[in-house]
């Protein structure tokens, strides 16, 4: 069973705060795991990958990895009005050829 | 000058039609992909073609097909179209297999909405 569970949402954080956005996975062979952050009507772009346990930081934005909890999790620091978008995680599954499997996403609100 | 370029934005149909999506990528990318997005966001992959020869596909009905004429290009045909396909297609291009080259960037074009009545 090729799952990637997100938390719902919607999500709704006021400016400035701190957004919290959690991915569960299935298959403990996964090796990679992608945050795409997908505006309204647009096409989904990459903002983070990480296939090491721990964290990994780019500006504003952390991922956070556990393969033992088959957890991965994006925080965004200072959240802007301009990261209100849909947040999808990807996982890869090696028993399929290594394709990538979304997650449902969870919708993010910033509001100033 | 962009990337990754679908065409048309938009195409409604009634059932039972045949149409086309067509994709092309300027970014001289050996790999190609299609994805379905549904009304609820979900995001499946396809197809997934390397240099032109279909890598995977998924458990797609064989009413899709996809063709692709040479590497910067990857077109969706699909026949005897149903309601349940109605939805969003994104193509996508990464510089090679992720796995073997270790670049995980891919970079989707701007879809194709289908709606069928």
């Known amino acids: 069973q090729k799952e990637v569970e997100q938390n719902s949402g919607p999500l709704s954080v006021p400016e400035g705060a701190i957004a919290s956005l959690n991915c569960t996975y299935s298959?403990?062979?996964?090796?990679?795991f992608f945050w795409y952050r997908q505006y309204s009507g647009k096409s989904p772009e990459l903002i983070m990958f990480?296939?090491?346990?721990g964290d990994k930081e780019d500006g504003r934005f952390t991922a956070q990895l556990n393969k033992a909890s088959q957890y991965v999790s994006l925080l965004i620091r200072d959240s802007q009005p301009s990261d209100s978008a849909t947040y999808l995680c990807?996982?890869?599954?090696?028993?399929?050829?290594?394709?990538?499997?979304f997650g449902t996403g969870t919708s993010l609100t910033v509001i100033p | 000058d962009t990337a990754v370029s679908q065409t048309p934005k938009y195409l409604v149909t009634q059932m039972g039609n045949d149409k086309s999506i067509k994709c092309e990528q300027n970014?001289?990318?050996?790999?190609m992909y299609w994805y379905k997005q549904d009304s609820k966001k979900f995001l499946k992959i396809m197809f997934s073609?390397?240099?032109?020869?279909?890598?995977i596909n998924e458990t797609v009905p064989n009413r899709f097909s996809p063709k692709s004429p040479d590497k910067a290009h990857l077109n969706l045909h699909i026949n005897s179209l149903e309601l349940g396909d109605s939805a969003v297609y994104f193509c996508?291009?990464?510089?090679?297999?992720?796995?073997?080259?270790?670049?995980?960037?891919?970079?989707f074009g701007p879809g194709t909405r289908l709606t069928v009545t």
């Open positions: 996508a291009s990464s510089q090679d297999l992720w796995w073997t080259s270790g670049r995980y960037e891919q970079y």
């Open positions: 298959d403990r062979g996964s090796q990679s």
């Open positions: 990480i296939y090491s346990n």
């Open positions: 990807a996982v890869n599954y090696p028993i399929t050829g290594n394709q990538f499997y």
């Open positions: 970014l001289g990318h050996d790999t």
């Open positions: 073609y390397n240099n032109k020869e279909l890598i």
